[in-house]
């Protein structure tokens, strides 16, 4: 273990990362890596509302707290600024109650600081930031120094683990589920026939340049079923049901669909059940590999890994001079590095990773 950074093994630790879902799962590695480290400590993890499901079943976690962020910029836009006020001091209140002694900002962004900070915790050690976090911090590690590494998930979080000398060996990205989220997706896949197996799709995202085109996706749902033997299933959320009966109206197949029909942690349970997983850049797909389903994910405007952890997941993307361009794309809308990602390329590399490790559902 490394003195340089914890000169005394913490009693009282604080996670925090509030956002976003995919990152919630590329952080995970730390919880276990940290227990191992410190079994004796106690370990809380700060996030919001609409993030905390995603960590909140962990074994190894005593505690989530949730800070309801959105709930705070209602009160702010309806000028309720002494209810505000009230909220604001009552949750630094619990926050401090615990006494921590160790707080992680894992994410780097101002209020994610700023929460770090308000923990009271006398050491906060933080990742270098984009925004002004490392004002509130009393180390910071450098993530230039991870320049190496960026190609691999979750790299970020195994150097802040390394450098805090944590046990490390077992580095692996998690997203624990309650028996209820499994019990809702068992019972609908005997409801839907599907215990041979299916193939899940995750189209939907909430930037339009990181989504494929909806006519390739519709291609691709027929082709899997046609070509793979694998009836496809497609996630998504309330506001993606416009966008999923134009590629229904697009196929030939009928592909199943849960949009709107799940909670996040629900529709993960469908994840971790796949034959196979295909999607865009955001946090259902990242769930595939941590999950270990044969998963292919398509990548253009942003880019947050390229090697996966195992020969069971395939990353698609095509470099161009304007990637990635991240949430500033210089395309007018051509969308050109996803444009060039065909269905067959996705198809290759499903029976690629379909043909590696173990096969069958869990």
């Known amino acids: 273990m490394s003195r340089k950074i914890l000169q005394d093994p ?11 879902r995919g990152d919630i799962v590329f952080s995970s590695p730390m919880v276990r890596a940290i227990r191992r480290t410190f079994p004796d400590a106690r370990i809380t993890w700060l996030a919001e509302s609409h993030t905390a499901n995603l960590i909140e079943h962990h074994p190894e976690l005593d505690e989530v707290l949730v800070w309801d962020r959105n709930a705070w910029k209602k009160l702010f836009r309806e000028w309720k600024l002494a209810t505000l006020f ?8 619990e926050l401090r109650s615990r006494q921590f002694d160790l707080a992680l900002d894992m ?34 590690v450098d993530r230039e120094r991870n320049k190496g590494n960026r190609a691999k998930v979750s790299s970020e979080y195994l150097l802040l683990a390394q450098e805090l000398g944590l046990d490390t060996s077992d580095f692996r990205m998690e997203v624990p589920l309650a028996p209820a989220d499994r019990e809702f997706i068992d019972g609908w896949i005997r409801e839907e026939g599907l215990e041979g197996g299916y193939a899940v799709a995750i189209p939907f995202t909430t930037r339009p340049q990181k989504h494929w085109f909806e006519d390739r996706w519709a291609e691709l749902l027929d ?25 229904q109206e ?62 069971r997941a395939r990353v698609l993307v095509h470099w ?24 067959n390329q996705v198809l290759d590399a499903a029976r690629a990773v379909m043909g590696s490790g173990a096969d069958g559902v869990p």
């Open 10 to 20: 913490p009693r009282n630790i604080l996670l925090v990362r509030l956002s976003a």
């Open 86 to 93: 009230r909220e604001a001091r009552a949750f630094v209140s």
């Open 107 to 140: 994410q780097g962004l101002l209020r994610s600081g700023v929460m770090t900070f308000l923990s009271g915790a006398p050491t906060r050690i933080g990742l270098r930031p984009k925004e002004a976090s490392h004002l509130f911090m009393t180390r910071v």
């Open 223 to 247: 082709r899997v079923e046609s070509e793979l033997g694998l009836p496809t299933v497609i996630l998504g959320g309330p506001g993606d049901v416009e966008a999923l009966e134009r590629i």
């Open 250 to 311: 697009m196929a030939m197949s009928e592909p199943h669909s849960l949009v709107g029909r799940t909670t996040l942690t629900q529709a993960a349970a469908a994840i971790e059940r796949a034959a196979l997983v295909v999607g865009v850049d955001t946090g259902l797909s990242h769930m595939g590999i941590a999950f270990d389903r044969p998963t292919v994910t398509l990548f253009g405007s942003n880019i947050p890994y390229t090697e996966p952890p195992t020969d």
């Open 320 to 343: 161009l001079e304007c990637s990635p361009c991240k949430g500033n794309p210089t395309c007018d809308g051509a969308y050109t590095c996803m444009k060039l990602i065909t269905a």
